[in-house]
């Protein structure tokens, strides 16, 4: 495909693919009214994708006959949508809505709940297809991505922003579900572009638009404003990124302390971020979000036992391993406790994280009732270097051994295959049902914990 010659102006056609040759309405070629161009569309390199309304989408895939009803993902005791599809958001339903609101406003709308296990998998599906565009893939949440394609025209020989539109093509045709992209010069705008004109969006944010595009929107449009910073920024009077623009530094980070200097710089469209590797990720780990809350032993274990394992999994399969095992817990009242315990050798065995984990949650059951349990490890290093046999403990070096022997049962059997004593039976696994926002902070990165 000879795209030098072709102009950025008049762009290519986002379902043939075919470069246009004049400032035209429909594709010369299949009459398709999606044409993309812009005047950097064959420089910029840096994209988010994100899954339009992932959960409902795989529904849909699998039951045509949902095809045109709304559907809403969800339910459970706590009652909330998880993800609603866009004829269910037509009708006023929004995600984290409580379930009787939405179905007020939608009472056609079908609910089905989550299925967390089908959802991963076909996330897993759609990372693997991204990593095959470039290695530069940074998960952000189960069905979204940062993708930088710096360098990647040789091996494509076509430029980013068609080897994203052919990636778009794929996903529909061999996975079934849509995405929309954001392409621009940095994560900020490339996420916000992504957000633009979902579903089945593609829109450019160019590096010479930025200031002016940014100008007259709010300020929640800022990576890290939510509401209550917002509604500080508004007893200031501050709305719009614009505003921003016109204030320095010294007198934002007078104002907003550390936030202050984020605000300067993504107001100007400015954000020097770059796309990490998965493997680059500084810590792994898993989280459950609990239909009810929790305060005994008898809820918790098995359910940080699933979670070790979970962890365990992404390490191996990320040649990795971690030398402090992190437990978290969320309060029924929403508070967050963090507990950390370093381990003499870093370890990727599902057997030791839950070990530790175990230690640091049997201090914490006291009669507080949680709705949230997490387990994870930090200071990650390269796998060669995890659990050395211990010729101290030989338990624990039979146990690194029972649990390679049921990885291999797993990977070649499937998950179900093999259960342990604290998950057999019990039903947790798979259970819990994360509510709210269809995010699965599995993956976190050092700018996402505020
Ligand atoms: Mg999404």
């Given at each position: 495909?000879?795209?030098?010659?072709?102009?950025?102006?008049?762009?290519?056609?986002?379902?043939?693919?075919?470069?246009?040759?004049?400032?035209?309405?429909?594709?010369?070629?299949?009459?398709?009214?999606?044409?993309?161009?812009?005047?950097?569309?064959?420089?910029?390199?840096?994209?988010?994708?994100?899954?339009?309304?992932?959960?409902?989408?795989?529904?849909?895939?699998?039951?045509?006959?949902?095809?045109?009803?709304?559907?809403?993902?969800?339910?459970?005791?706590?009652?909330?949508?998880?993800?609603?599809?866009?004829?269910?958001?037509?009708?006023?339903?929004?995600?984290?809505?409580?379930?009787?609101?939405?179905?007020?406003?939608?009472?056609?709308?079908?609910?089905?709940?989550?299925?967390?296990?089908?959802?991963?998998?076909?996330?897993?599906?759609v990372?693997?297809m991204m990593?095959e565009l470039?290695?530069?893939?940074?998960?952000?949440?189960?069905?979204?991505?940062?993708?930088?394609?710096?360098?990647?025209?040789?091996?494509?020989?076509?430029?980013?922003?068609?080897v994203l539109a052919r990636f778009i093509t794929r996903l529909e045709k061999e996975i079934?579900?849509?995405a929309?992209?954001?392409?621009?010069?940095?994560?900020?705008?490339?996420?916000?572009?992504?957000?633009?004109?979902?579903?089945?969006?593609?829109?450019?944010?160019?590096?010479?638009?930025?200031?002016?595009?940014?100008?007259?929107?709010?300020?929640?449009?800022?990576?890290?404003?939510?509401?209550?910073?917002?509604?500080?920024?508004?007893?200031?009077?501050?709305?719009?990124?614009?505003?921003?623009?016109?204030?320095?530094?010294?007198?934002?980070?007078?104002?907003?302390?550390?936030?202050?200097?984020?605000?300067?710089?993504?107001?100007?469209?400015?954000?020097?971020?770059?796309?990490?590797?998965?493997?680059?990720?500084?810590?792994?780990?898993?989280?459950?979000?609990?239909?009810?809350?929790?305060?005994?032993?008898?809820?918790?274990?098995?359910?940080?036992?699933?979670?070790?394992?979970?962890?365990?999994?992404?390490?191996?399969?990320?040649?990795?391993?971690?030398?402090?095992?992190?437990?978290?817990?969320?309060?029924?009242?929403?508070?967050?406790?963090?507990?950390?315990?370093?381990?003499?050798?870093?370890?990727?065995?599902?057997?030791?994280?839950?070990?530790?984990?175990?230690?640091?949650?049997?201090?914490?059951?006291?009669?507080?009732?949680?709705?949230?349990?997490?387990?994870?490890?930090?200071?990650?290093?390269?796998?060669?270097?995890?659990?050395?046999?211990?010729?101290?403990?030989?338990?624990?070096?039979?146990?690194?051994?029972?649990?390679?022997?049921?990885?291999?049962?797993?990977?070649?059997?499937?998950?179900?295959?093999?259960?342990?004593?604290?998950?057999?039976?019990?039903?947790?696994?798979?259970?819990?049902?994360?509510?709210?926002?269809?995010?699965?902070?599995?993956?976190?990165?050092?700018?996402?914990?505020?």
């Open positions: 495909m000879d795209t030098q010659t072709n102009t950025p102006e008049h762009g290519f056609c986002r379902d043939c693919l075919t470069p246009q040759t004049d400032v035209v309405r429909r594709c010369a070629r299949c009459g398709s009214p999606r044409l993309l161009r812009h005047p950097e569309l064959y420089r910029l390199h840096l994209a988010h994708i994100d899954c339009d309304a992932f959960y409902a989408a795989v529904e849909k895939r699998d039951n045509p006959a949902l095809k045109d009803k709304p559907v809403i993902i969800g339910g459970g005791k706590r009652g909330v949508v998880s993800t609603a599809c866009y004829i269910a958001r037509i009708n006023g339903v929004r995600s984290a809505m409580p379930m009787f609101k939405a179905l007020e406003a939608c009472p056609q709308a079908i609910v089905i709940k989550p299925n967390m296990e089908k959802y991963a998998q076909v996330g897993r599906d990372r693997q990593q470039t290695p530069q893939v940074e998960p952000i949440s189960i069905d979204e991505a940062f993708l930088d394609l710096a360098g990647t025209q040789r091996l494509h020989n076509m430029p980013p922003a068609l079934g579900i849509t929309s992209v954001g392409l621009s010069y940095c994560k900020f705008l490339a996420k916000v572009a992504s957000d633009f004109r979902k579903p089945r969006g593609f829109s450019v944010i160019g590096e010479a638009e930025a200031l002016e595009f940014l100008k007259p929107q709010p300020v929640t449009m800022i990576w890290g404003v939510g509401k209550a910073f917002a509604s500080m920024l508004e007893r200031d009077a501050i709305r719009t990124i614009g505003q921003l623009q016109t204030m320095n530094q010294a007198e934002l980070m007078r104002n907003y302390g550390s936030m202050g200097i984020r605000l300067y710089h993504l107001s100007r469209g400015s954000d020097a971020r770059q796309v990490t590797r998965e493997r680059d990720t500084k810590s792994i780990s898993a989280e459950t979000t609990f239909d009810q809350d929790f305060g005994n032993s008898d809820d918790l274990v098995p359910v940080l036992r699933a979670l070790s394992e979970k962890v365990s999994e992404r390490l191996k399969k990320a040649d990795l391993a971690g030398r402090t095992v992190v437990l978290k817990l969320k309060t029924a009242d929403f508070k967050t406790r963090t507990r950390n315990r370093q381990l003499n050798d870093p370890t990727r065995l599902a057997d030791r994280i839950f070990a530790t984990g175990l230690e640091l949650l049997r201090k914490e059951i006291n009669g507080t009732k949680y709705r949230l349990l997490g387990i994870g490890v930090a200071d990650l290093c390269d796998a060669e270097k995890a659990d050395p046999p211990d010729l101290v403990d030989i338990q624990s070096h039979k146990r690194a051994l029972a649990e390679e022997a049921m990885d291999r049962l797993r990977n070649k059997f499937g998950r179900a295959a093999v259960e342990t004593g604290y998950t057999f039976g019990k039903g947790h696994r798979g259970k819990p049902v994360r509510t709210g926002e269809e995010q699965e902070p599995d993956i976190r990165h050092p700018w996402e914990r505020n």
